[in-house]
């Protein structure tokens, strides 16, 4: 089921770029750009083997190695010579979660590997800022482009790992100051939470009873609701915003694959479902 809002597909010629598109949020909001009618260019170190459409242009790339982040945007001027959309996806906070035998993810700050603030920092933040960097060289001299970081929760409130909240607490207030600076560009930056995303590590957990999917979204769900603030003409007085992607989905009209609704969860819903998850891993 859709709606008007939804059959709105992206005018020729927009291009988006999504990072960490091989799996996961990544690859459900590649798929729902696609679908709405986007140019999109996915990247990830595992993107040649992952189930995606022949019609998204895979770029491999560790966004860990500048260099190869540079080709990623070298590749999208040479063969677009725009782009008009970047989400910034790339993640690698929930790698290697079980160690010997022992969930180490919720483990107290002094006992977390050293690999989890590279994931979350180096591979999450630091990616972000850099793709954004590259991104606005190309939107800046056009006026027009959007940039998107994947977000959540633990920016506002301890959820299990304390790098997980640095990371999204910086991804936050690094939109915040990315929005100031290209304000004058015309050009907005927003942070995004999703709710409870069925990817595929949420969809294994759930079968231990870890997660109740009764309120979750589908990967493609957040894809939609970015699609929906790209059309947004007054999308400039979010600039620098934290949005919800479920209370704004309410907003525009957008529904899930499946034409259901998901509720705009709350802190305190998050907080629940995360001790949950951490009790029975």
Same mark, same amino acid.
């Given at each position: 089921?859709?709606?008007?809002?939804?059959?709105?597909?992206?005018?020729?010629?927009?291009? $988006?770029? /999504?990072?960490? *598109?091989? %799996?996961?949020?990544?690859?459900?909001?590649? @798929?729902?750009?696609?679908? =709405?009618?986007?140019?999109?260019?996915?990247?990830?170190?595992?993107?040649?083997?992952?189930?995606?459409?022949?019609?998204?242009?895979?770029?491999?790339?560790?966004?860990?190695?500048?260099?190869?982040? $540079?080709? /990623?945007?070298? *590749?999208? %001027?040479?063969?677009?010579?725009?782009?008009? @959309?970047?989400?910034?996806? =790339?993640?690698?906070?929930?790698?290697?979660?079980?160690?010997?035998?022992?969930?180490?993810?919720?483990?107290?700050?002094?006992?977390?590997?050293?690999?989890?603030?590279?994931?979350?920092?180096?591979?999450?933040?630091?990616?972000?800022?850099?793709?954004?960097?590259?991104?606005?060289?190309?939107?800046?001299?056009?006026?027009?482009?959007?940039?998107?970081?994947?977000?959540?929760?633990?920016?506002?409130?301890?959820?299990?790992?304390?790098?997980?909240?640095?990371?999204?607490?910086?991804?936050?207030?690094?939109?915040?100051?990315?929005?100031?600076?290209?304000?004058?560009?015309?050009?907005?930056?927003?942070?995004?939470?999703?709710?409870?995303?069925?990817?595929?590590?949420?969809?294994?957990?759930?079968?231990?009873?870890?997660?109740?999917?009764?309120?979750?979204?589908?990967?493609?769900?957040?894809?939609?609701?970015?699609?929906?603030?790209?059309?947004?003409?007054?999308?400039?007085?979010?600039?620098?915003?934290?949005?919800?992607?479920?209370?704004?989905?309410?907003?525009?009209?957008?529904?899930?694959?499946?034409?259901?609704?998901?509720?705009?969860?709350?802190?305190?819903?998050?907080?629940?479902?995360?001790?949950?998850?951490?009790?029975?891993?």
């Amino acid at each position: 089921m859709t709606n008007d809002r939804e059959r709105n597909e992206a005018p020729a010629g927009n291009v $988006a770029l /999504v990072t960490g *598109a091989s %799996r996961g949020v990544g690859r459900g909001i590649a @798929l729902a750009l696609l679908t =709405a009618g986007f140019r999109v260019y996915g990247t990830g170190r595992s993107i040649d083997q992952a189930d995606l459409p022949r019609e998204i242009r895979r770029l491999r790339c560790d966004h860990l190695k500048d260099d190869e982040t $540079a080709r /990623v945007f070298e *590749a999208i %001027r040479s063969e677009s010579g725009e782009l008009d @959309l970047l989400v910034n996806c =790339a993640w690698g906070g929930y790698e290697t979660m079980v160690e010997g035998g022992v969930f180490t993810w919720p483990a107290p700050f002094w006992e977390q590997p050293p690999h989890r603030w590279t994931g979350m920092m180096d591979a999450g933040v630091r990616a972000a800022f850099v793709c954004s960097a590259h991104a606005a060289r190309m939107m800046t001299p056009r006026h027009r482009g959007l940039i998107v970081n994947i977000s959540f929760w633990s920016a506002q409130r301890h959820l299990g790992n304390t790098i997980y909240g640095i990371a999204k607490a910086a991804t936050d207030k690094m939109t915040s100051d990315m929005a100031v600076e290209l304000k004058p560009f015309a050009i907005p930056v927003i942070s995004i939470y999703p709710g409870l995303v069925r990817t595929e590590s949420v969809l294994a957990a759930a079968k231990s009873g870890a997660f109740d999917l009764s309120t979750s979204e589908s990967p493609e769900f957040i894809g939609r609701v970015i699609n929906a603030l790209f059309h947004d003409p007054n999308l400039m007085a979010r600039t620098g915003q934290v949005l919800v992607a479920a209370a704004v989905a309410k907003e525009f009209g957008v529904l899930d694959i499946d034409g259901s609704s998901p509720p705009a969860l709350t802190l305190a819903d998050i907080h629940a479902a995360a001790k949950a998850a951490v009790s029975d891993p």
